[in-house]
């Protein structure tokens, strides 16, 4: 990779979960991208280095930021190993390092093939097939190769591509160095991410290996965590604006509220990761200027969240487990946990309002719930109703069924994913409330 002024403009992709991805993209403007262009999936945009280094640091929504080499056909596997042997390899490895191929596949009948090969759509290559042994050499049971397999037909797996690209990438090193790097699929000092779309390849270079959902804060979690980006997500569409109260009557491993602490405290979340980025390892990384925009985020942030945060679960360990993570996340002291049922919780406020009440109530997904549940949702309405006046509350809903019990209309509904679980974060205005006589969407 030749030098580059750091005025140089990049373009840059940031991979951002279904749902959200204007939410990214209105971050990506606010930390001085350009040319921001919201696609299913992610977002594209023009930075420099500085502005690839902040988003880095501060996306809350994000799961990683993606630079761009090349863009080629790739209708069949000797297509894709030719386009990738291309690339000047050398400017990035050298034998002393050490690097990881990652390979998706976009559309639905990509994403079917790869369920019913049993292989997830986003997979890591971690075929020890691929892998070479202690001395470097790849195994001996194939050669280094990946399976075999018609070099006229398609790109449709993520784990024969990786391995396709891999090998692209060993050969162009050898002939060009007389050896070759490790693969370490783990803390690789470069790593590659291929996308494909419709027979082409998008090959680029990761800047933030592990997800950036990946606080750092998380060691410990709950049952059915929600990701940290995701909460941070519902956060902003609550519309919270960090200096009224926030309560979560149902917290788990408290990541809404933590999430909500660290965007009132104006906390950069790349701050709590302890691992280097992989732009760290490239050749035209700049540690000065790394070092400044590290600093100016650390003195940023404000001492103590201008808002009350409240935190309640009816399980010992949930709770215990929010406190961990919050002294982790360095928001114990902005967060007040307490343990109860949820409906009880709600029998009173906590604190006078208006503010944000925001849960995320299980969602009825073991045989013989359902009864029980629907009366925790239309429960927790009726508490909403009778004490939060004035106030407003969200409630992400895994299950519509379920939700139609809140005996509320919903003013705001936003289609997000838990995963691949589709759902629906409905808002509700807490003023003169009557029961809900509208009906919620189905779907």
Not at 181 to 200: C, M
Not at 328 to 348: K, N, P, Q
């Amino acid at each position: 990779m030749k030098t580059r002024c750091l005025l140089d403009t990049l373009s840059l992709f940031a991979v951002s979960a279904a749902g959200i991805e204007a939410i990214t993209a209105g971050e990506l403007s606010r930390l001085g991208a350009a040319n921001v262009r919201i696609v299913p999936g992610g977002v594209h945009f023009d930075g420099t280095l500085e502005v690839l280094y902040r988003a880095n640091l501060w996306l809350r929504t994000g799961t990683r930021v993606l630079r761009p080499l090349r863009e080629f056909a790739a209708a069949n596997a000797e297509m894709l190993y030719d386009q990738v042997r291309r690339i000047a390899w050398e400017q990035y490895l050298d034998p002393t390092k050490t690097f990881a191929v990652h390979a998706t596949l976009a559309g639905s009948s990509a994403k079917r093939r790869e369920q019913q090969s049993g292989k997830p759509d986003d997979v890591r290559r971690t075929d020890i097939r691929s892998r070479p042994d202690s001395r470097g050499r790849p195994d001996s049971r194939s050669k280094g190769r990946p399976p075999q397999r018609d070099s006229s037909e398609g790109i449709n797996h993520t784990q024969f591509a990786a391995l396709k690209i891999k090998d692209a990438i060993v050969d162009r090193l050898r002939k060009e160095q007389g050896t070759r790097p490790n693969v370490d699929t783990d803390n690789p000092t470069l790593s590659v991410q291929a996308h494909f779309d419709r027979g082409r390849c998008t090959l680029s270079l990761d800047s933030s290996g592990k997800s950036l959902h990946e606080r750092g804060y998380r060691s410990d979690a709950a049952v059915a965590p929600l990701k940290e980006t995701l909460a941070a997500a519902i956060i902003e569409l609550t519309g919270w604006d960090g200096r009224s109260p926030l309560i979560d009557p149902m917290c788990g491993s408290g990541t809404l509220v933590i999430e909500a602490a660290m965007k009132a405290r104006n906390m950069a979340p790349g701050l709590l990761r302890k691992a280097k980025f992989p732009f760290e390892n490239w050749p035209d990384f700049d540690p000065e200027l790394w070092s400044r925009i590290r600093s100016e985020a650390q003195q940023a942030a404000f001492p103590r969240c201008p808002a009350p945060l409240f935190g309640n679960d009816i399980e010992p360990s949930a709770v215990s487990t929010s406190r961990s993570n919050a002294h982790r996340a360095g928001v114990s002291g902005d967060i007040r946990l307490t343990m109860s049922s949820a409906t009880a919780y709600l029998g009173r406020r906590p604190i006078d309002g208006p503010g944000v009440v925001v849960i995320n109530p299980p969602y009825g997904e073991r045989l013989g719930d359902a009864e029980e549940l629907r009366t925790l949702y239309r429960t927790l309405g009726e508490r909403l109703i009778e004490n939060f006046s004035g106030w407003k509350a969200f409630v992400f809903a895994g299950n519509l069924n379920l939700a139609h019990d809140i005996p509320l209309p919903a003013v705001h509904k936003y289609k997000l994913f838990n995963g691949p679980l589709p759902c629906r974060l409905l808002g509700f205005e807490l003023g003169d409330v009557k029961p809900a006589s509208e009906t919620l969407p189905s779907s």
